[in-house]
């Protein structure tokens, strides 16, 4: 990132008011919510950074074709913009719309995976290994080594380790392997990119065992202006060109649009091949709705056509990148550890390091991000031990590598001064750190604990 600000590529031309409610409020809240920011009202939030998924300011461009919304059941002249949309800009021909991206995992898995079979990914996002384990399928995450080391400078710390894809391919062959999953950019890595020269070889690799490979787009422009950024020989490329050759690779892929669609619901498969079209929206019709409309209103398919046109600009991309990199930097210079380098949508910082003194039975980054609402009226999300759960065969809590607190940025909503409020309040609760405490459970949910349980201060 260049030391020249930048500004966004857009001016404001309505608001949506949000307040800051007073310390005592918030402190008497937390303890309403069982100090689990999922149960606050997000009218008590002054800064919400708990998702960037379906949280996207829509451009005006967007609002209008809101207003042209089609809503005939069958063919509504919003599907064929979509399509051609998507025809242009990603490659595929066939397109079925969905609710949300996990019902385009859904309706694509279903027909792709045998009971028994692996999906190999880079690291597979939550809804995908759920729907992969739905199949009775296998999941397997096969990113590179770098990974996991949350201070390594590594371009693409999203890429696959293409030996071990070799070996694993090579292993198993065609009939185990339903096919490879590239989650660009890849979210459960931290928003790390996946390199043009990486999703190449995945595919090569993929055709010598005859296995297919499909792409997981949610982030799929953010992915692109790494690759222009960051890879050599793609500076001079423009995005939707890196966009094309990205897609080029792969068979099909699912996106979630709440994404890197910018609206605020709505997803679709996007597919090669008509055969596989066709079932594919067979079981639309069984799950989603008309393969036309695939559960989405004719606007929100208008919406999100259009949304794909925006997030190739390079200027927005310029920007949205660029706010997560000045939040990551301002940590940085204040010397709060984050995780490195800052990728596409989110800064994480490492709770275990930021409050050594909580140990990690304590969820450290737990009590960081409740610390985070009580000083700065700031939601984050706890991307950790809490959120890790047990081990279904022992019982006991499985403490991941890092203990993280996510702040994750939505599209074209917060300006860089949000972004300083809510630096400011790390840095004053890095300057009383002693006085934080950690938590434990008062009531913790057999599954996807994070979400409901309670907890009390210790
Ligand atoms: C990489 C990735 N894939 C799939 C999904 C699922 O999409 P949705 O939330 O629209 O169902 C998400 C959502 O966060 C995601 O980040």
């Known amino acids: 990132m260049s030391g020249n600000p930048i500004a966004p590529p857009w001016r404001v031309k309505m608001v949506e008011p949000i307040r800051m409610i007073s310390r005592s409020r918030r402190e008497q809240l937390l303890e309403e919510a069982g100090y689990n920011v999922f149960a606050l009202a997000a009218e008590d939030v002054y800064i919400d950074l708990l998702t960037d998924s379906g949280t996207s300011a829509m451009s005006d461009y967007q609002w209008a074709g809101l207003l042209q919304g089609d809503e005939s059941y069958a063919g509504s002249k919003n599907y064929y913009n979509l399509q051609q949309t998507v025809q242009q800009l990603l490659g595929f021909e066939y397109i079925v719309p969905t609710h949300q991206g996990r019902g385009a995992e859904n309706i694509l898995f279903q027909h792709l995976i045998e009971p028994g079979q692996y999906v190999v990914g880079n690291m597979h996002f939550d809804t995908t290994k759920a729907h992969i384990e739905v199949r009775k ?36 062959g065609p009939e185990q392997v339903a096919f490879v999953l590239v989650t660009v950019t890849c979210n459960s890595a931290g928003g790390q990119p996946v390199s043009m020269a990486n999703i190449r070889s995945v595919q090569e690799i993929a055709r ?26 793609y500076s001079d490329k423009s995005i939707p060109d890196i966009v094309r050759e990205m897609f080029s690779y792969v068979e099909g892929c699912t996106m979630s649009a709440k994404k890197d669609a ?19 929206s067979r079981l639309a019709v069984v799950y989603e709705g008309f393969p036309t409309y695939g559960g989405l209103a004719g606007r929100d398919m208008e919406a999100m056509a259009r949304g794909l046109k925006e997030i190739v600009d390079p200027d927005y991309l310029a920007y949205r990148i660029g706010q997560v990199a000045y939040l990551g930097k301002k940590l940085r210079d204040a010397g709060i550890p984050i995780v490195e380098p800052v990728g596409g949508h989110a800064v994480f910082v490492d709770g275990q390091k930021f409050l050594p003194h909580i140990p990690k039975e304590q969820f ?25 759960g047990r081990d279904p065969e022992t019982g006991e809590n499985i403490y991941p590598r890092l203990d993280l607190l996510r702040l994750t940025i939505p599209r074209r909503v917060y300006t860089n001064e ?23 459970f008062v009531d913790e949910p057999p599954i996807l604990r994070h979400f409901t349980a309670r907890f009390r201060l210790v």
């Open 208 to 233: 010598g065992h005859n296995v297919p490979v499909y792409m997981d787009a949610a982030r799929f422009a953010e992915n692109a202006w790494f690759i222009q950024q960051r890879e050599e020989g």
């Open 262 to 280: 910018l609206v605020n619901i709505g997803g679709f498969v996007a597919l090669r091949d008509k055969d596989l079209y066709r079932e594919v």
């Open 418 to 440: 949000h972004m300083d409020v809510v630096a400011q309040g790390l840095i004053a609760i890095g300057e009383r750190r002693d006085q934080v405490r950690g938590v434990a």
């Open 137 to 172: 399928g296998k999941a397997v995450d096969l990113v590179a080594d770098v990974t996991h080391d949350s201070q390594a400078h590594h371009p693409f710390k999203g890429n696959f380790d293409l030996e071990a894809l070799d070996a694993f391919l090579a292993d198993k």
């Open 364 to 388: 450290p980054a737990q009590a960081l991000c409740i610390e985070l609402y009580r000083e700065a009226g700031v939601r984050g999300v706890e991307v950790g031990g809490v959120l890790a």
